[in-house]
């Protein structure tokens, strides 16, 4: 079974600054998807970055990068030049292409920014 | 277009009793997922549907159930209310179960007393 580990429970930053939300996987799959989900107190989980297995390109939308590893199954997050609107839970999400095709989330991490 | 709505958003029920709650997926699509959210357990999947007819489920009993309608609504009832079934229960949907990328309704916050 797919496990998807974020070490952090929480994080926190200076508005303008960069941080990087970390997060490990572990599959027997060659070929999946990974993605990072926004979730504000409004509770809405939102789509942030997607990343394809196969493609050694990391992802990037924006402010928003990941630095893919896929032989060492790590997908982190970089939020650059932070911003109050985005404090949330983000979650690192795991979705196979065989099998049951689901999101196996990561336990979430606290993003905290301070003014 | 609209997005994944839900109903209710809030809903207050004792231990023993049974609830129903409802998701309409985006306009056009046919793959509606269920997700049971709790701090304990973080986010489980519950069961997907598509075209009506239940293609996964997650590990949750049998008083977990679900069903999806012509119009790809979907419903899932919980029976016998158990106090650990208090959760945040968000509802995704998808084209189809071929698309990776799955959109989330607000959720319905489930309390049982």
């Known amino acids: 079974a797919q496990t998807v580990t974020q070490s952090q429970p929480e994080m926190s930053v200076q508005e303008a600054e960069t941080v990087t939300l970390s997060c490990t996987y572990d599959t027997s799959e060659s070929d999946y998807y990974l993605f990072w989900y926004k979730q504000p107190p409004s509770r809405q989980m939102i789509l942030v970055i997607r990343?394809?297995?196969?493609?050694?390109q990391n992802a990037t939308e924006n402010r928003f990068s990941v630095n893919f590893q896929k032989a060492a199954k790590s997908f982190s997050l970089k939020i650059s030049d932070s911003q109050l609107g985005d404090a949330a839970m983000y979650f690192c999400?795991?979705?196979?292409?065989?099998?049951?095709?689901?999101?196996?989330f990561g336990q979430g991490t606290r993003l905290t920014i301070n003014p | 277009k609209a997005g994944v709505t839900q109903t209710p958003r809030y809903l207050i029920k004792t231990r023993g009793q049974q609830v129903t709650l409802s998701c309409s997926p985006i306009s056009g699509h046919r793959s509606v997922s269920w997700y049971q959210q709790t701090p304990g357990q973080g986010l489980q999947f519950l069961f997907e549907y598509f075209s009506e007819t239940q293609r996964n489920k997650g590990n949750f009993p049998g008083r977990f159930s679900g069903r999806q309608f012509s119009n790809s609504r979907s419903e899932m009832n919980v029976s016998t209310l158990e106090l650990g079934d208090s959760a945040l229960y968000l509802c995704a949907s998808r084209p189809g179960p071929t698309t990776v990328e799955q959109y989330f309704g607000p959720g319905t916050r489930l309390t049982v007393t």
């Open positions: 999400a795991y979705h196979g292409i065989q099998g049951a095709q689901k999101l196996v």
């Open positions: 990343q394809e297995a196969y493609k050694q």
